[in-house]
């Protein structure tokens, strides 16, 4: 918290003339409140059991990156330097003797537990929720690459690895994976050079590093996040973020692209979230081009025969197979003696008659109308989670210039922090809530300082 010996009218009135002070000011204090709400994050960002006693507590730095993160700040060392040429702001941020060393921000990225900045961004989501200030009735669930800052990802270099095999020699780096993303789909490396490996009409780039994976609401606002490696699937990523929203949102519809078009992903939606997944379909996930994926009907139009289970690792699926083939003596009678059309499968090779397999529980994934209105009205809300990655485009994730994971997890959370913070202050504090997503002008016009109520917070 801000010492109580500048809370004079003099600082009040400097705050209330300067916008960027002001704004600032209101935020921060509204995170002072969050954070000595509940105890366990005071103890971890305010004391220290073992050794001397902390000068600067953790959660100065969190403010100091947030300011970054707002104010699209490039560089630490730039931060520092305007830190230490307005004496007010570093006050705001809670560094009440000098500017700490520039290593020591980076330290603190380094060692701080994600676990700690992550609970706090959820109590600010849970406050959005409580105040109805954020509605999860409709969510979006996307992700978005994150370059290592490695060598590898310079296309310059000669000596450029792009085997997913390679484990980068530096420890800095070490958690950084090989993975691609689509030419078009993101603004890095826009005037690079691209590969041309997965479809002729499809150019991709790849990269080493990581993944944010990320859940908002239908207004832009993120409720659930996480940065890991950058080779796993979106659709098994997003399993745990179900796992963080299932006990606290009510979720109807979840949005998401073909990437998450998987029969496993529908139905542990469906289990868990108890909310409908609404995606395109993905070509690669369907083989069979029947209108029906249910259809037990053969090409000759007559009705397969039911031939027991296949039983794999993974999945059970129910076969049925040309009813001519297995039929008995009597059900002989009714059928013709051959295919009616012929099939190359029933005439030639083993003759072992057309087959087919059927997934029972990818249920879910077809009954989804793709061509109906109301799928094309709930799907356009998708566009909130580029809402969101516009934001995180503007705060420069994409090209973090730090190393290791937890460094850049820390990094991403302390951001949505700043996301989730603007709209909780917007709403409840300014009781402006046309304002939760200009995070630039979300304070323009506020009354005076001296006069918000920020107990509101710990109601």
């Not at 296949?310 to 039929?327: M, Q, S």
Request: charged share 20%; hydrophobic share 35%; glycine share 2%.
């Amino acid at each position: 918290m801000i010492p109580k010996t500048i809370f004079n009218k003099n600082f009040f009135k400097i705050c209330n003339s300067n916008p960027i002070l002001k704004k600032y000011y209101i935020l921060f204090n509204a995170l002072d409140y969050i954070i000595e709400k509940n105890s366990n994050y005071y103890q971890c960002l305010y004391s220290k059991k073992i050794g001397r006693k902390i000068k600067y507590p953790r959660s100065a730095f969190i403010k100091a990156f947030i300011y970054k993160h707002l104010e699209n700040i490039k560089y630490t060392s730039t931060l520092i330097n305007t830190l230490k040429t307005n004496y007010y702001l570093s006050i705001i941020c809670g560094f009440h003797y000098n500017i700490p060393d520039d290593s020591l921000f980076y330290r603190f990225l380094q060692t701080t537990e994600s676990d700690i900045i992550d609970n706090i961004f959820n109590s600010i989501v849970l406050l959005l929720k409580k105040h109805q200030l954020i509605s999860t009735d409709i969510v979006a669930v996307d992700s978005k690459p994150i370059l290592g800052y490695t060598k590898h990802n310079n296309l310059k270099n000669p000596y450029r690895s792009l085997d997913k095999n390679y484990k980068p020699s530096s420890k800095r780096n070490s958690e950084a994976t090989l993975s691609y993303y689509s030419a078009g789909a993101s603004s890095l490396n826009n005037n690079s050079k691209s590969k041309d490996n997965l479809n002729k009409n499809k150019k991709i780039t790849f990269f080493w590093g990581y993944r944010l994976h990320c859940i908002t609401t239908d207004t832009g606002i993120p409720i659930a996040h996480d940065v890991i490696q950058n080779n796993i699937h979106d659709s098994i990523a997003a399993i745990s973020l179900i796992d963080k929203i299932k006990s606290i949102h009510n979720v109807k519809f979840l949005l998401a692209d073909s990437a998450f078009d998987s029969d496993n992903f529908y139905n542990y939606t469906f289990k868990h979230l108890n909310a409908i997944t609404i995606s395109p379909k993905n070509k690669r996930n369907s083989k069979h081009k029947q209108s029906n994926p249910f259809s037990t009907i053969c090409p000759a139009g007559l009705n397969m025969a039911f031939n027991g289970f296949v039983r794999e690792p993974h999945r059970t699926r129910l076969k049925f197979r040309c009813p001519i083939k297995v039929a008995n003596k009597k059900q002989k009678q009714k059928l013709p003696q051959t295919c009616p059309i012929n099939h190359h499968k029933f005439c030639s090779g083993k003759k072992y008659g057309c087959t087919k397999y059927i997934n029972p529980n990818s249920t879910l994934r077809h009954l989804i109308q793709h061509n109906s209105s109301l799928y094309n009205n709930y799907y356009k809300k998708r566009k909130s989670v580029e809402i969101y990655f516009s934001f995180v485009h503007a705060c420069g994730i994409e090209k973090p210039a730090h190393f290791f994971l937890n460094s850049i997890k820390n990094y991403v959370f302390i951001a949505d922090i700043a996301h989730v913070l603007i709209a909780l202050v917007a709403g409840l504090i300014l009781n402006k809530p046309e304002n939760i997503r200009k995070y630039k002008h979300f304070a323009k016009n506020s009354p005076p300082i001296e006069n918000l109520k920020f107990d509101l917070l710990a109601a």
